[in-house]
């Protein structure tokens, strides 16, 4: 293998580094994206800028997020959603 080869290996490699940190710090594999990064930084380096971890996509629910938003809570006896100033369950019509 002649130098120039492994020289543009090297700094392939090196690249490879930049869209593999983007990807980590989405929660998503490095080695995977080091590895892409190598072989197709022109191509892994948008694709890490505009992946969607796991961490980046939405995993609250609207009835999760009325929840947070303390327009809601649960009912102690069936766990049922509620509005926050109601004062019988919907579901199993106990008193909140
Ligand atoms: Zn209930």
Redesign the pocket.
């Known amino acids: 293998m002649d130098e120039s080869l492994l020289l543009s290996l090297g700094i392939a490699a090196v690249l490879g580094l930049i869209p593999a940190a983007i990807a980590r710090s989405k929660g998503l594999s490095f080695i995977e994206w080091w590895i892409f990064g190598t072989l197709l930084f022109i191509i892994a380096l948008p694709a890490a800028i505009f992946a969607k971890g796991p961490q980046s996509r939405s995993t609250v629910s609207p009835t999760n997020q009325l929840l947070l938003e303390g327009k809601a809570k649960r ?6 959603v ?1 509005v926050i100033d109601a004062t019988e ?6 008193a ?1």
């Open positions: 009912c102690p006896h069936c766990l049922a509620v369950c919907p579901k199993c019509h106990q909140l």
